[in-house]
């Protein structure tokens, strides 16, 4: 069965610094692996995905993530927080079968210090 | 401008009342979901849906009943059984194998 853990449920660091929200995901097939934003009373945002491929994985606003097979890890991370990236992110895994189904983590709420 | 609508954005259920959540997609899309968000733990698999006029039980679907009758709408009624729904409700659809997933705005429901 498919499952994610995201490590630490809050996450402050101070305007510039590098962001590192955790990933770790469990799956019986190779995983699709997505991470998602959400701000205050909105839906979710796609921030980026991997499917197959290149394991450094490009997403917008600056982030990045890069799957780890080894570790079964799938961080996301920025070089330089901005306060306007103050928001929940979730990771997510791709359910088994021939659903496309999404098997989501329990969110890291960022916190940007000024 | 495709995307997602969810109606209505705030929704107050009475005891023992059911209602309705409407989602509607202009993205062609095949498959959507109803997913529930709570503080804590993330979203919750309600209903999915695969194809018109076929639709699947997620990990918490007691409480709560799914219709597609049409390709771009997918309403999720909470009834009376599911007791606790106070949550955040969020309709999502794909178009297809590892295509991820686009979100609406979600509808917030509270209880009287």
Redesign the interface.
């Known amino acids: 069965a498919q499952s994610v853990t995201q490590l630490g449920?809050h996450v402050s660091v101070s305007e510039g610094a590098l962001v590192l929200l955790r990933c770790n995901y469990s799956s019986s097939v190779p995983p699709?692996l997505?991470w998602?934003v959400q701000y205050p009373?909105?839906?979710?945002?796609?921030l980026l995905?991997y499917?197959t491929g290149a394991t450094l994985v490009k997403g917008i606003n600056g982030f990045e993530a890069e799957f780890k097979k080894s570790e079964t890890s799938f961080h996301l991370t920025k070089p330089s927080a901005h306060m306007s990236d103050a928001a929940e992110y979730?990771c997510a895994v791709?359910g088994g079968g021939?659903?496309?189904?999404?098997?989501?983590?329990?969110?890291t709420l960022l916190a940007v210090q000024p | 401008d495709g995307g997602i609508t969810q109606s209505p954005k705030y929704l107050f259920r009475k005891e023992g009342q059911n209602v309705t959540l409407s989602c509607e997609q202009n993205l062609n899309h095949d498959a959507m979901y109803w997913y529930r968000q709570d503080p804590g733990q993330g979203l919750r698999l309600i209903y999915y849906s695969q194809i018109v006029n076929d639709f699947q039980k997620g990990d918490i679907a007691e409480g709560y009943s799914v219709s597609r009758e049409k390709k771009e709408s997918f309403p999720l009624t909470v009834t009376s059984a599911q007791k606790n729904p106070t949550a955040f409700y969020l309709c999502a659809s794909s178009s297809g194998q590892g295509a991820p997933p686009s979100f609406g705005d979600g509808t917030r429901l509270s209880i009287l």
Do not use: D, E, H
């Open positions: 449920s699709y997505f998602y009373n909105q839906g979710l945002q796609l995905k499917t979730f791709r021939a659903t496309n189904k999404l098997i989501f983590g329990t969110g």
